[in-house]
C-alpha cells in the first residue's frame, strides 16, 4: 500500500469514526427526535435531560482524557472508543427505560470523550506533522462534515425506505452499532503506533501542571472559547429563522443542516491557506470575518423581506465557523508544545473552550424569555461577536509571543518545498 493510499484510509477512518461514534449523543436526537420519543417513550423534557447529562459529563472528561492520550496509545484508545460506543449502540435495541438510558448516555460521556477526544487530535496532530497541521486539522474538520453528510442523509433515506416505523428505527440502530464496531478494527489496522519521548516515572498531573504554567496554554484556551461561542450561538438558527424572519419550521430546520454542508467547505478552505499564510494569521482573519458575520445578526432587524440575507450570512458564518473549528488546535506546533503534551494540553483547552455548551444555552434562553422576538436573538449573537473580538486579541497576544518559533515553522516549510521541487526536477 502506497504512502498516499494509506494516509487517505488513514483520513477517512478518523472522519468516519469521528461521526458515527456521536450517534446515541448527538445525531440520534438531532435527526431523528420524534422517532426516538416513540421507540424509547421519551418526553421532552427527558430527551432534554439526557442531552445535559451527556454535557456534563464531556466537561469533566476532557482534561483527563487529555492526560490518558499522552499516557496510552492513542490508537488503541480510539479503538477502545469505538468498541464500546458500539456495544452502547447494540443495549438499545432492547428498547431501555428511562433510568438505563441515562446510564447508557453518561458512559458515552466516556467513550466519546475521556478515551476519544484527545485521542482523535493526538493522532491527527502526528498524522499532519510540522508541514501539513493546517490541512490535517482543517481536513479531519471537513471531513467530519462531509462524513456527517452522507452518513446521516443516507441513514434518513434507509429509515424512509424501510416504512419510518419502529422496526426502521432498530435497524437504524443496528447499522451504527455495526459501523462503530468495524471503524474500531480498521482503526488498529491502519494507523501505527506514535513515535514519541517517553517520561517514565513521571507524576500523573506533571502534565497538567506543566500546561497549567504555560501561558500559551491558556491563551490557545481562551481562543477556542472565543470561537466556540458563536458555534454554540449557531446552533439557535432554526429558531432564529422561524420567529425573527417568518420562515417555516421546515426551512429553519434545513438552514440548520446546511452546517454540516459547509463543515467540508470551510474546513478544506481553512486548511488550506492555514498551511500558505500560517495557523494564527489564518485565525485571526477568520474571526474578524466572524465578527463581521455576527454582527450582521446582531445588528439587523429581523424582516421576511430579508430572507436572502439570513440564507447567505447563515452559509457565510457556518464556513467561518467550521474553518476556525478545524483550527484552533493546529496552533500548538506554533506554542512550541510538545507532542508528549498534546493529548493533555487539547484536554485542559477543551475544558475551558467548550464550556460555552454549559453557559451559552442558559443565557440564551433567559434572554429568549425576557426579550421576546428579535431583540433576544440579536443581543445572543452580540455576545458571540463579543466573544470573537475577545479571541481576536488573545491571537495577537499569541502571535507576539511565539514570533521566533512562528517564523521558524515558515523557514522549515518553505525548505520543504524546495527539497520536493528539487526532487521533482
Not at 210 to 219: F, G, H, M, R, T
Request: contains cysteine; aromatic residues 12%; positive net charge.
Amino acid at each position: 500500500m502506497s504512502i498516499r493510499v494509506k494516509r487517505f484510509i488513514q483520513l477517512l477512518c478518523l472522519c468516519v469514526g469521528a461521526t458515527v461514534i456521536y450517534f446515541i449523543p448527538v445525531h440520534l436526537r438531532a435527526t431523528f427526535y420524534v422517532p426516538m420519543q416513540e421507540v424509547f417513550s421519551l418526553t421532552n423534557t427527558q430527551i432534554g435531560d439526557l442531552a445535559g447529562l451527556y454535557g456534563t459529563m464531556t466537561i469533566f472528561t476532557y482534561l483527563p482524557g487529555g492526560w490518558l492520550a499522552d499516557k496510552f496509545s492513542p490508537r488503541k484508545m480510539l479503538a477502545l472508543s469505538y468498541f464500546g460506543t458500539g456495544i452502547l449502540t447494540f443495549f438499545l435495541l432492547l428498547k431501555p427505560g428511562y433510568s438505563m438510558m441515562m446510564v447508557i448516555f453518561a458512559l458515552c460521556g466516556v467513550t466519546t470523550t475521556l478515551t476519544f477526544w484527545a485521542a482523535l487530535l493526538k493522532i491527527t496532530r502526528d498524522f499532519g506533522k510540522n508541514d501539513g497541521q493546517g490541512k490535517a486539522f482543517g481536513g479531519l474538520e471537513g471531513g467530519r462534515g462531509l462524513a456527517a453528510t452522507v452518513i446521516l442523509m443516507g441513514a434518513t433515506l434507509i429509515y424512509g425506505m424501510m416504512g419510518g416505523n419502529p422496526t426502521s428505527m432498530m435497524i437504524i440502530i443496528s447499522i451504527f452499532g455495526i459501523l462503530n464496531i468495524l471503524t474500531g478494527i480498521f482503526t488498529l489496522i491502519v494507523f501505527d503506533e506514535i513515535k514519541e519521548e517517553k517520561k517514565t516515572g513521571e507524576n500523573p498531573f506533571a502534565g497538567i501542571v506543566e500546561c497549567a504554567k504555560n501561558p500559551n496554554v491558556w491563551l490557545i484556551s481562551f481562543i477556542v472559547l472565543g470561537i466556540y461561542t458563536v458555534h454554540s450561538v449557531s446552533q439557535y438558527i432554526a429558531p432564529f429563522a422561524n420567529e425573527v424572519f417568518a420562515a417555516t419550521v421546515v426551512f429553519g430546520s434545513i438552514l440548520s443542516l446546511s452546517k454540516q454542508w459547509m463543515k467540508p467547505v470551510g474546513g478544506f478552505i481553512g486548511g488550506f491557506f492555514a498551511d500558505k499564510i500560517g495557523i494564527t494569521n489564518m485565525l485571526s482573519i477568520g474571526v474578524v470575518l466572524l465578527v463581521i458575520s455576527t454582527g450582521v445578526f446582531a445588528l439587523v432587524p429581523g424582516n421576511p423581506s430579508l430572507l436572502i440575507l439570513l440564507i447567505i450570512n447563515t452559509l457565510i458564518m457556518f464556513t467561518i465557523v467550521a474553518g476556525l473549528r478545524g483550527l484552533y488546535f493546529a496552533n500548538m506546533n506554533e506554542a512550541g508544545i510538545p507532542l508528549r503534551l498534546t493529548g493533555t494540553v487539547i484536554g485542559f483547552a477543551s475544558t475551558i473552550g467548550f464550556t460555552a455548551d454549559v453557559f451559552i444555552p442558559v443565557i440564551s434562553g433567559r434572554l429568549l424569555d425576557a426579550y421576546p422576538g428579535g431583540l433576544g436573538y440579536r443581543m445572543m449573537f452580540g455576545i458571540g461577536a463579543l466573544f470573537c473580538v475577545i479571541s481576536f486579541v488573545l491571537l495577537q497576544v499569541f502571535k507576539k509571543r511565539n514570533a521566533k518559533t512562528i517564523d521558524a515553522i515558515k523557514l522549515e516549510k518553505l525548505g520543504h518545498q524546495k527539497v520536493e521541487e528539487n526532487a521533482a526536477e
